[in-house]
Nanobody, 120 residues
């Protein structure tokens, strides 16, 4: 079994910062592309940022210049540094990762989500 566990969400005032973490654990053989998604109430889940195993990154236009995605391959952990937060960033944030485990081929896994609330 493999799993992704997010942490670091919370309540912050507009203009503030938060750092999300997503730790992958289990019988991981390879950890490939990883990403952060978010879903606000009444809206579809959307991509926030993604990073390949080699470190190439991609961001949604709405977060460019404010959010930074990174990963520590030695710890199988994904991060999202969020600065200059805005009320419209309020959402449940999910991490996902394409992983191959000892018991399954390469498939995409999702974390349980962490709430980020930005007050105005």
């Amino acid at each position: 079994q493999v799993q992704l566990v997010e942490s670091g969400g919370g309540l912050v005032q507009a203009g503030g910062s938060l750092r999300l973490s997503c730790a992958a654990s289990g019988s991981i053989v390879s950890l490939n592309a990883m990403g952060w998604y978010r879903q606000a109430p009444g809206k579809q889940r959307e991509l926030v940022a993604a990073i390949t195993s080699g470190g190439s990154t991609n961001y949604a236009d709405s977060v460019k210049g404010r959010f930074t995605i990174s990963r520590d391959n030695t710890k199988n952990t994904l991060y999202l540094q969020m600065n200059s937060l805005k009320p419209e960033d309020t959402a449940v944030y999910y991490c996902n990762a394409q992983m191959r485990s000892a018991f399954a081929p390469s498939i995409v896994y999702w974390g349980q989500g962490t709430q980020v609330t930005v007050s105005s």
